[in-house]
């Protein structure tokens, strides 16, 4: 219901902006534009968007907005300007729409969900805090902008990730200093060379231990997800029945500002919920593979790493071992 009409834009019956007096989207009175020039930027807003140029879009719909105010406007700023990689600017689109007082129920649900998609997305890049992470989650931003067919964003995020650098080379894993070079991991005082104790071994059963640690991680990870989702999806059903048959939108049976927080809070819920599934499971079957070469899996070689990452419509999280 709502995952296909989030993927686009709102409608807007122009005519009615037009020709309504004293309504709610009534024009400001601030405003340089007349209405004829205002509706002209919507529709080219509406042309932009359906030709991929979401940027643009934005623009031409933010002029709209600041003539007509509308919530559909403020909508569709704020979806072209997610589609254009600019997610602080949407999230705080968003925001600005859900605090408002004259928003339908169906689109303070799509704007609650959009708010956590791009929110996680936001979270993922605070949390890539090295070269490393930060050229990954481009890569996985950039993959899911091609599946997407967001050539706009697909273009951004390629110079993006071709300003870093790469990841070998110079000061990297191969020259210079890096791992095999200098004072690296193969040469001068490096781990195999100079006065190094040498490698002792690995400990007998040690992979096995590591195995159903993370393996035991894995269930209760799981377990926290399963509830955190069920949590979330508790309190979007709470403003569901709050909202059925709402005439225009009005919910009956609580205040907006209610309806807003419990959408919010359930969006959270469920994000949270869905990254614990996700990082539970890959856990439970890293810690079954360990458990399987638990007899060539050295203690001292396992390892695990976990790295965020954008998926299409969401936020996941990967998880690798090294055993």
Not at 181 to 200: E, H, R, S, Y
Request: hydrophobic share 45%; charged share 20%; proline share 4%.
């Amino acid at each position: 219901m709502i995952a296909t009409r989030c993927l686009g834009l709102y409608a807007l019956a122009l005519v009615s902006l037009l020709g309504a007096s004293g309504a709610a989207s009534a024009a400001s009175p601030t405003s340089p534009l007349t209405d004829e020039q205002a509706a002209a930027a919507y529709q080219q807003g509406r042309s932009l968007y359906e030709a991929g140029r979401f940027a643009e879009a934005a623009e031409r719909f933010t002029v709209a907005y600041e003539h007509f105010e509308d919530a559909n406007i403020l909508w569709n700023v704020g979806r072209s300007l997610e589609q254009a990689g600019d997610y602080e600017l949407a999230r705080t689109r968003y925001t600005a729409l859900l605090a408002r007082d004259d928003v339908s129920a169906d689109i303070r649900v799509d704007a609650g969900e959009a708010l956590g998609r791009v929110g996680a997305k936001l979270a993922a890049r605070q949390s890539a805090t090295t070269p490393a992470l930060r050229r990954a989650l481009l890569e996985q931003e950039l993959a899911a902008a091609k599946a997407e067919g967001n050539a706009e964003l697909t273009a951004k995020l390629a110079a993006e990730l071709a300003t870093l650098s790469p990841p070998a080379g110079g000061d990297g894993a191969t020259g210079g200093d890096g791992a095999t070079g200098g004072d690296g991991a193969t040469g001068g005082d490096g781990a195999t060379g100079g006065d190094l104790i040498p490698d002792p071994g690995p400990a007998p059963g040690g992979g096995a231990t590591v195995g159903w640690i993370v393996g035991g991680t894995g269930v209760a990870i799981l377990a926290g997800g399963v509830a955190m989702y069920l949590v979330g999806q508790g309190k979007h059903d709470e403003v569901e029945a709050a909202t059925t048959g709402a005439g225009g939108g009005v919910v009956q049976d609580m205040t907006h500002a209610e309806a807003t927080a419990l959408n919010e809070d359930g969006t959270t819920f469920k994000t949270l919920g869905v990254v614990g599934l996700g990082l539970g499971g890959a856990a439970v079957a890293t810690g079954a593979v360990m458990l399987l070469l638990a007899d060539d899996a050295p203690a001292d070689k396992a390892s695990v790493h976990v790295a965020p990452h954008p998926l299409p419509g969401g936020f996941g999280v990967g998880l690798r071992a090294t055993y």
